[in-house]
């Protein structure tokens, strides 16, 4: 029997499956008119990405396909694929054919049963339907049949060939044994993985209790592909891929608005608030007030008419409503208006990747601009925390390239050191934003203190304030120090007091100055007065001395003349006698 292989060296073109994650780790799908094994344990999720592999070929792709079925009937498979929102239904027998070729029980016995009139009459159905895809759901049921190694050698040959003849794209499931997650040499068909041109390796375990499922692609020939373990989850859509952001992926649209934290004085201490689409990660220990801050955003992002989704860990929604009335922050008003829509991840259940696709999934269906998560350090939880920081490091860069606003905050351990730390997730070097709440305990009293840690791409302020919570709403106080010591609580209502009576006192002694030098202004000016009259007296005296002085020297004039004119006349008389 001769097999034909096609060239590696030539990069086979791709068949996309739909499935969110995996076409990017395979850069593409699988390979296009070449054969896959899809091996995996009990419950892996074999059968689901089969089908959602044609769903989507017939769908999106224009490519039916046939569903050859060794295990269950094809009514069976509807009915197990009801709660997907495939809508099977609407798919009909020209979409997606089901082929049931569940091997009768007594095939054991005879063993000289083979696949050809079954091939026979797929290449028929093949032809009158255009069907570009197919899938051999659970073959090993049919290879535990044959009687010996050699016979199932020889009908996956003969299986193979035909596929490659009508190049069409083929999907072989197999179970692996128990939990295998290793490879499939060491299974009765793993000879298998070396005559496909794709093998991917599905694993479902448990880590301290909870469920957890990843996906390897193990070969791949003429492609590169991520030889990593993926982890997966299985939700509504289908199977969804978790991988980290690929070379070559577009980055993220950036820009430089800016929106409001809630808390007026905060924003003035980042410089006019948080970049839209940033990552802002509140830490800090229980009680410093995580949720009331991310609250503060959430409440003001409503007002602006932006959707917000808000998942709390720690809470119901309806208690961390009352909750956050109590210092002035009104949720209620928006989430019956359908603004906001508060989610209790108490109701998620699984592993951490679940509530990733939950979370993603809410917020698609919300439409959400803005999300807060509180605290997101409770993913460290649900299964290993290896895992739980993948997911948060992929929950980070997915709300980054869908643009929205993202607020998580993250819990502490209280029974450290009281100092800033990362989370425990080690999150925070992914954060855009990072504000560190924390206690300060002076005078017998434990006050909150607010810093920024980090806001890249702007100016922030680097002092510590109080943070002051009051049926009123949030505030920051103004920094009071002393001796180098900033001052909380009683300590700066005393310093405040201290300055008050301080500034009232000089106020009181300046209204005394001021009275004290009208007085003496007055009394200049009365002084003034005086002397100006006294001044005119004199003025008046010196003038009536000059013109007394004046008429005297002129009257003297006047009787000198005279004397001189009587003399001369006396001189002519005297002459003339």
Not at 105 to 130: P, R, T, V
Not at 288 to 308: D, H
Not at 352 to 365: G, N, P
Not at 399 to 410: A, D, N, P, R, Y
Request: hydrophobic share 40%; with cysteine; charged share 25%.
């Amino acid at each position: 029997m001769t097999v034909k292989h096609h060239s590696a060296s030539l990069a086979p073109s791709k068949a996309p499956t739909g499935i969110v994650g995996f076409d990017e780790i395979t850069a593409g799908g699988l390979p296009h008119g070449r054969t896959t094994l899809l091996v995996g344990g009990p419950g892996s999720g074999k059968t689901i990405f089969a089908l959602q592999f044609l769903v989507h070929g017939a769908k999106a792709q224009k490519e039916p396909g046939i569903f050859v079925a060794f295990e269950e009937t094809s009514d069976r498979l509807r009915a197990n694929f009801k709660g997907f929102d495939w809508q099977l239904s609407r798919l009909g027998p020209k979409k997606i054919f089901f082929l049931d070729a569940q091997p009768a029980a007594d095939l054991i016995q005879s063993g000289s049963f083979d696949l050809g009139g079954m091939l026979a009459a797929l290449e028929a159905q093949a032809k009158a339907m255009g069907a570009r895809r197919i899938v051999f759901d659970a073959l090993d049921i049919v290879l535990a049949l044959l009687p010996d190694a050699a016979a199932q050698r020889r009908e996956v040959y003969r299986l193979h060939d035909w596929l490659l003849a009508h190049g069409l794209t083929g999907l072989i499931t197999a179970k692996a044994g128990g939990d295998e997650s290793t490879g499939t040499g060491q299974q009765p068909f793993g000879f298998m993985q070396f005559m496909v041109d794709c093998a991917v390796i599905l694993n479902h375990s448990v880590v301290f209790g909870v469920s957890q499922r990843n996906l390897r692609v193990q070969k791949f020939r003429g492609s590169a592909f991520d030889e990593n373990e993926s982890p997966f989850v299985i939700g509504k859509s289908g199977f969804d891929v978790a991988i980290a952001r690929t070379l070559g992926r577009a980055d993220a649209n950036v820009t430089n608005e800016r929106v409001t934290s809630g808390v007026e004085r905060l924003d003035t201490m980042l410089g006019g608030g948080y970049y839209r689409a940033a990552r802002v990660l509140i830490t800090g220990f229980p009680g410093t007030a995580k949720t009331t801050l991310s609250g503060a955003f959430a409440e003001a992002a409503c007002k602006r008419g932006e959707r917000t989704l808000f998942v709390s860990f720690d809470s119901d929604g309806s208690e961390v409503i009352r909750n956050l009335a109590s210092v002035g922050i009104r949720l209620a008003p928006h989430v019956k208006a359908g603004t906001m829509r508060m989610i209790s991840a108490r109701t998620i259940t699984g592993s951490a990747e679940s509530y990733l696709v939950r979370i993603k999934t809410l917020a698609k269906e919300h439409k959400s601009r803005c999300l807060v998560i509180d605290p997101v350090s409770m993913l460290s939880k649900s299964g290993n925390e290896l895992t739980a920081h993948g997911v948060a490091e992929r929950l980070i860069d997915w709300s980054k390239s869908e643009g929205i606003t993202m607020v998580c905050t993250s819990l502490l351990d209280e029974m450290s050191s009281q100092t800033e730390g990362g989370s425990p997730l080690q999150i925070s070097t992914l954060a855009d934003t990072w504000i560190h709440l924390n206690y300060l305990v002076q005078a017998g009293e434990r006050n909150r203190g607010m810093s920024i840690i980090k806001s890249r791409g702007t100016a922030h302020s680097n002092q510590v304030r109080e943070l002051i919570l009051s049926d009123a709403g949030v505030t920051l106080a103004d920094i009071y120090t002393a001796g180098g010591e900033v001052l909380m609580g009683t300590l700066r209502w005393e310093k405040e007091s201290a300055e008050r009576v301080a500034n009232e006192v000089s106020e009181v002694a300046r209204k005394l100055k001021r009275v004290s030098l009208d007085a003496e202004e007055e009394e200049l000016v009365v002084r003034m007065k005086s002397l100006q009259t006294e001044l005119v007296a004199k003025q008046v005296e010196k003038t009536l001395l000059a013109r007394t002085t004046e008429s005297r020297d002129q009257e003297l004039s006047r009787g000198r003349t005279r004397m001189r004119e009587l003399r001369g006349a006396d001189a002519a008389h005297s002459s003339r006698k």
